[in-house]
């Protein structure tokens, strides 16, 4: 236990601080001196700092799917309900953190991919894991006609993932939820209302 408490404490200060300053701006002696940890002791579980941050990124990853999945797979509520309820999650996010961290994966990738291709490697597959519970929602959307049969649900996945990522980083610049509002407008109000116009015409 003691182990598992010590890594994970790393591991969530890391996070953290990567979170408010990007990777190559953190340093392990800013995490060690946040966490109170020796460094002898990060060394123990992380053989260098790229280790480290793989293992940042797989913890936010995981948490982040269990999230989205309790949102959209709720069976209580219809699937385009579901997608509602995961961008206004999304936008008390952002207010809440004062529009300045937003989604630690989408930073990353803006900040890592072309310096690395391990790291690069391990974002997109964490962006395709992500991108299959977006899938199966729509899918659940088509089974009761509110999506198109017809759509490729592969693709509009793809482009809702990466719409949203992209209105989080400019809600950052322009300190304001508006770029996330207005994706999700154009979203409902177009792409998926014309998926099924689409098919009735």
């Given amino acids: 236990m003691k182990n598992t408490s ?12 990567i979170a ?4 190559n701006a953190t340093g392990i002696n800013a995490v060690l001196n946040s966490c109170g ?6 060394y123990h579980y992380f053989s260098s700092k790229e280790d480290f941050g793989l293992a940042v990124i797989e913890r936010f990853a995981d948490d982040y799917a269990v999230g989205l999945k309790a949102l959209l797979e709720d069976e209580s509520v219809t699937p385009l309900e579901r997608l509602q309820r995961y961008f206004a999650r999304g936008r008390d996010y952002m207010q809440t953190c004062n529009h300045e961290t937003g989604c630690l994966i989408g930073n990353l ?7 690395s291709d391990v790291f690069r490697d391990a ?3 964490v962006f395709q894991r992500w991108e299959q519970h977006f899938v199966a929602c729509l899918q659940a959307a088509q089974a009761q006609g509110a999506v198109s049969p017809r759509a490729d ?42 998926t099924v116009a689409r098919q009735s015409a």
């Fill in 6 to 17: 010590t890594r994970d404490k790393l591991i969530d200060t890391g996070a953290e601080l």
């Fill in 20 to 23: 408010q300053h990007g990777y």
């Fill in 153 to 194: 649900v592969q693709a509009l996945a793809s482009f809702i993932l990466s719409g949203w990522e992209g209105a989080i980083l400019r809600a950052k610049t322009l300190k304001s939820v508006t770029p996330m509002e207005q994706f999700e407008s154009i979203l409902f109000e177009y792409v998926l209302v014309d």
């Fill in 37 to 42: 940890v020796p460094k002898g002791s990060f």
């Fill in 123 to 125: 974002l997109n597959t």
């Fill in 109 to 115: 990738g803006q900040e890592l991919s072309g310096q």
